[in-house]
């Protein structure tokens, strides 16, 4: 077999203006969602040149399953002290809780800066240092990667959070447990859906191209279950209209599901059960994460027309 050689590109060849060229290509919908992959994130409500006092950000989005404010800013150029103070005072205008400094090249202060502010920050704020390359491979056109330089230590920063409140109760040390194994597991399998960073909370959302809507892996330990199930916010037309599909909805998925519209409460949610799970016995964790992995998969795939449906 003949393999081809991989060939950087110089990026200034790719894209000869930063911001009518990159950031325009940056905010397109399908790039700005392989960015989001790389930090796994789903980036939406997509802004360019944004003001900030007298000075314009390139681009501001949200996080779908957060809602976070994410701040990204580019220089297709090596890093400097002025886009340093840039994304600080961008990022403190705009209340931004994720900042992404996207780069041709990161000098070795620039990303010991962005990693000593990670590393003194709590989880509620992110920096992100990540290059920007381009490859061909004979003649193809030109092939982006992000290659990420600097990224928070989510573990550490949650570990941090609870040694300053009250500690960690035994329950919160097992979901943290778990969630760290299933994200290992999800890489293992390339990220089927974007990986969360690994909390002590219960649940472990994914999106589906919805802010109305996410789909949540819940952990049921007391009753010795995994929940996975769609959840609908504040709109019980779409879930009426979704219960209308029912008979289609259950054929494609497979099974039947539990459709529980949750009159006392806002949202309502339509989900499957995975028995097994007890966290004094984890023999079986490779098991449920990877049933857990299919079940979203498979509900991301069958649910999304209707959650996007217009009504």
Known sequence: MKLGKLHEVDIRKVWPHEQYD?????????????LGNVL???????????????YRCDILCRDEITGKVVLI?????QTN???????L??????DASV?????????????SAIEWLNKHTDDSISFFLIEIHAYKIGDSEPAPQFKIIEQPNDFAKIVKRISQDKGMNESQGCRLEFWTQFN??????GKPFNKRKATTDHWYSVAVGSSECQISIDLVNKEHKIRVGLWIADNKERFDYMKQHKAEIEAAMGMALSW???????????CTYIKGLDFKNQENYPELMNKSIDLVVKMRDVLKEYVLAEL
Do not use: C, M, P
Not at 73 to 77: A, F, G, S
Not at 103 to 108: G, L, S, T
């Open 89 to 94: 005072t961008y990022a403190s205008g705009l």
């Open 73 to 77: 800013e580019n220089q297709l150029e």
């Open 184 to 189: 290992d597991i999800l890489e293992q399998r």
């Open 40 to 54: 796994n994130l789903s980036l939406t409500d997509i802004e360019t040149e944004r003001l900030v006092g007298s």
């Open 81 to 87: 002290h002025d886009h340093l103070g840039k994304i």
């Open 99 to 111: 900042v992404v400094w996207v780069v041709a090249a990161a000098r070795d202060e620039h990303a």
């Open 22 to 34: 990159f950031s325009k290509w940056l905010a397109a919908e399908e790039n700005i969602q392989e």
């Open 260 to 270: 529980e519209r949750l009159d006392n409460k806002k949202s309502s949610l339509i």
